[in-house]
């Protein structure tokens, strides 16, 4: 892809799904204008950008806007392909890790959100959920270094966002992920050694402040 | 080389539906094994351990699942007949209203066609909004594809016949021809395309089992 490529970001820091895109770029290593959006008071791009769900992110791409974080690093996989794919090359493969990023998309964050926001008997629900969702998934990854084998890619850079928040979950959720999910906490120390995923990933403290403000608004500590 | 390809559906799912006119469009034989949902065989357990799902795709003893998964392997790895755009942005608006389709109007229908009596003239707005939305999306082409069929085309069989059915089981209408006339002409140019006709199930038989699985006083 030509140098001049005019890449920009709508986007919101703490948002996971946001996170996804800027690791995508970051791997790829492309220049790219980042705009954060206020979410209360979406700006008149985003709104023109993304007119059927006015979210962020949105990739715009010399102009033409791209929607949906999923397809944005499927988009910037297909159009920057001569570097660091997200997929393998062999047919059955690229299914299986399609069919990871489906279920990872599908069944992590519902539970996630509703382990850290909650407590009592909702919050040991959330909990069974997280950690069946996650029994599977350090089942997937078995020994392998990543998720798609010996390559980081795209199962890896969706997953690796919700790192930045395990330091939350193990404390509201009281558990340890190092001892109930030995081979993710592995891969994550892995991830966190690549630079797309350090420079993208905020300080998990950051992420337990965010989370902390949030219970106090739902009056739960 | 001889490939062993079998696919396991159900006859009412729209989502083996879908990878049926996929293999048809391709023009790839394959073997069909119908599913009894309230009777999964251990085929099924085996192959989809996590969801119990169908469409489930064996290729050479390699099962694939998720049709929206199914449907890009089976356009990356038969050549002839293109489903998904050659574009990488044509591909992200296709992938856009796919998933659009799957995640926001197919739930919204089904609220508005089989939701509480409570809230469902605020479900009928909602999935009338969405289905607006999709409307402008046609705009003057024949399908969602162009000329021919593609992959949106194939992801929104459910507003097809299906959608017909819903109606006529629930009493609901939605997509009528009046509101929705690119999308009216669409639906029934859909159901001609040679490809879908023969793999879509009876309206009637349709109707019938979607309104007792759906309908009142089902839990």
């Known amino acids: 892809m030509a140098d001049d490529d005019q890449v920009i970001l709508l986007d919101f820091w703490v948002s996971l799904f946001g996170m996804r895109v800027r690791i995508a770029l970051a791997e790829k290593e492309i220049k790219y204008e980042y705009r954060n959006e206020d979410l209360k008071n979406k700006s008149d791009l985003l709104l023109k950008m993304n007119p059927v769900n006015k979210k962020i992110p949105v990739l715009i791409h010399n102009g033409k806007p791209v929607c949906e974080s999923l397809i944005i690093v499927q988009y910037i996989d297909e159009v920057w392909k001569d570097r660091s794919p997200f997929m393998p090359s062999d047919p059955y493969e690229r299914a299986q890790a399609r069919f990871w990023v489906d279920f990872i998309d599908k069944k992590v964050y519902l539970p996630s959100v509703r382990l850290a926001t909650t407590k009592g008997e909702e919050q040991e629900a959330a909990k069974k959920e997280f950690f069946e969702v996650f029994e599977i998934l350090e089942g997937e990854l078995g020994d392998k270094p990543y998720f798609q084998g010996e390559a980081f890619g795209f199962v890896d850079i969706l997953l690796s966002t919700y790192t930045c928040y395990f330091h939350t979950f193990e404390t509201f959720g009281n558990f340890s992920m190092e001892v109930k999910f030995p081979k993710i906490t592995a891969w994550t120390k892995r991830c966190m050694q690549r630079e797309s995923v350090a420079k993208t990933l905020p300080d998990p403290k950051k992420m337990w402040e965010v989370v902390m403000e949030r219970r106090k608004g739902l009056g739960l500590d | ?219």
């Open chain 2, 1 to 219: 080389m001889a490939e062993e390809l079998s696919l396991l559906g159900m006859w009412a799912s729209p989502f083996s539906c879908r990878v049926k006119i996929a293999l048809k469009l391709k023009v790839v034989q394959y073997k069909y094994v119908e599913e009894d949902l309230f009777n999964k065989s251990p085929l099924l357990l085996k192959y989809n351990p996590i969801d119990k799902k169908v469409p489930v795709l064996v290729h050479n003893g390699n099962p694939l699942l998720e049709s929206l998964v199914i449907l890009e392997y089976i356009d990356e790895t038969w050549q002839g007949y293109p489903i998904f755009p050659k574009d990488p942005y044509e591909r992200a608006v296709a992938r856009f209203w796919a998933k659009f389709i799957d995640d926001k109007l197919l739930p919204a229908i089904r609220r508005a066609c089989w939701g509480e009596e409570k809230g469902r003239e605020k479900a009928v707005e909602e999935a009338t909004e969405l289905l607006q939305l999709l409307e402008m999306e046609l705009k003057e082409k024949r399908f969602f594809g162009g000329e021919t069929i593609g992959l949106v085309d194939i992801v929104a069989d459910t507003l097809s016949l299906w959608l017909t059915s819903f109606e006529e089981g629930s009493g609901v209408e939605l997509m009528t021809r009046e509101k929705f006339p690119k999308l009216s002409k669409w639906s029934h140019e859909f159901a001609s395309t040679s490809a879908v006709k023969e793999n879509l199930p009876p309206k009637d038989e349709l109707t019938v089992f979607l309104k007792s699985l759906f309908g009142k006083p089902a839990k």
